[in-house]
C-alpha cells in the first residue's frame, strides 16, 4: 500500500492520474494538495482523533490520503452522486476503502457524520464562482446558498461537544464560534492550515444579527483575493 510520508510525498499529479480525466483537471482548484494532507494526517494523530469528516469531500482526495498517511478513519460528505463514487473508487484503489467512507447529501438537509474532527477546504466557495471554475452545475449554487451553508456549519460547529477539532485549509467562508481555540497552523503551504479545538461552550447570548448576503459575498471576494479559492 502506498504510503503518505513527507518529506517523501509522490507529486499530486502522480496521485491525481488514479482519477477519472475530468476530476484530474479539477484538482488544481477544488482538491486538497497532498502536503497539505500529510499534514493534517500528522496532526490528527498527534491529537489522537480517530475519525474526521471531511465536509465537501469532492473526488475524495483529501479522505484517501489521509487515510494513507495517518490512523483516522475519513469520513466524506458529499452532495454530488458522481462525486461520492468517484471517492470510493478512488479509496478502493489505494486500499483504504476499509478506513474511507462517504454520506451522499447537503448541508443543511442531511445531518453531519459525528466525529472526533471536521476539515474544511473553503467547501462553500465554489457557490460564488464563475460557470467555468465549478465543478459542474449540477447542484444549487449561489450567494444563498453560499450564507446558508456557512451559517448552518457555524451553528453546527456551536453545538458541537467540547474537544472537538477543526481544520481548515484557506478557511471556510465563516467565523469558529467562541470557545474554540486554534492549537496548530502552517503557513508554508501553498493556502494557510489551521487547526483548533472546542475547549468551552459559547456564553447564551442575544443571536446575532442576520448575516447579508452582501456582506458573505464581500468578505469571500476578498478572501478569493488573497488566496484564489
Request: aromatic share 6%.
Amino acid at each position: 500500500m502506498l504510503r503518505l510520508v513527507a518529506p517523501e510525498l509522490p507529486s499530486d499529479r502522480t496521485f491525481d492520474d488514479r482519477m477519472p480525466e475530468d476530476l484530474r483537471a479539477c484538482s488544481g482548484q477544488h482538491w486538497t494538495p497532498l502536503a497539505v494532507a500529510a499534514r493534517a494526517a500528522e496532526w490528527l494523530d498527534a491529537a489522537g482523533a480517530r475519525t474526521v469528516v471531511d465536509v465537501g469531500c469532492g473526488a475524495g482526495k483529501f479522505c484517501v490520503a489521509v487515510a494513507l498517511a495517518g490512523k483516522a478513519t475519513v469520513i466524506g460528505f458529499e452532495q454530488r452522486a458522481h462525486l461520492v463514487a468517484a471517492t470510493r473508487d478512488l479509496a478502493a484503489d489505494f486500499g483504504v476503502a476499509d478506513r474511507v467512507s462517504v454520506v451522499h447529501g447537503a448541508l443543511g438537509s442531511t445531518p453531519l457524520p459525528v466525529a472526533d474532527a471536521y476539515y474544511l477546504f473553503n467547501p462553500f466557495g465554489e457557490n460564488l464562482f464563475d460557470s467555468d471554475e465549478r465543478v459542474d452545475d449540477e447542484v444549487e449554487l449561489g450567494v444563498e446558498r453560499y450564507v446558508r451553508d456557512i451559517i448552518t456549519m457555524e451553528r453546527y460547529l456551536d453545538h458541537a461537544p467540547i474537544g472537538t477539532l477543526v481544520i481548515t485549509y484557506n478557511g471556510f467562508g465563516g467565523r469558529l464560534p467562541e470557545g474554540y481555540v486554534e492549537e496548530r497552523v502552517d503557513h508554508e503551504l501553498p493556502r494557510v492550515l489551521r487547526m483548533s479545538r472546542k475547549v468551552a461552550d459559547a456564553p447564551i447570548t442575544e443571536p446575532p444579527p442576520s448575516r447579508t448576503p452582501d456582506r458573505a459575498l464581500d468578505r469571500s471576494r476578498r478572501a478569493r483575493r488573497r488566496a484564489g479559492r
